[in-house]
């Protein structure tokens, strides 16, 4: 018998590790621009989002939506504009998940 404790314990792991992922590549991919001048993002971060949604209960409509926005900023190669929206992403998915926790979603 699993325990709600543990499995909630499980969700949050799960969660906080999805957004870690996506915001470390998110960043990755803007060293990757700084440094070597490749502009190309992950489009992978998608079903990430995804994760977050069923999983954690999470609402990611804003960082589905600034995500749209910092793919087109990469692939125009206008980095301030991909980094601002990499913070909004950054920011908005761990208010998202403490927010989350809080109310004990998962």
């Known amino acids: ?44 971060l998608d079903s990430l989002l995804n994760l977050m949604e069923n999983v954690c209960g999470v609402d990611v409509s804003k960082e589905r939506d600034e995500l749209d926005k910092y793919i087109h900023h990469m692939r125009e190669e206008n980095l301030e504009a991909a980094i601002n929206s990499a913070k909004s992403i950054s920011y908005n998915l761990l208010s998202d998940l403490v927010s989350a926790c809080e109310k004990e979603k998962i």
């Open 1 to 44: 018998m699993v325990n709600r404790r543990n499995a909630r314990s499980r969700n949050v792991c799960t969660c906080f590790g999805a957004a870690n992922v996506i915001v470390t590549e998110l960043w990755k991919n803007i060293e990757r621009a700084v440094e070597y001048g490749e502009f190309e993002p992950s489009t992978s």
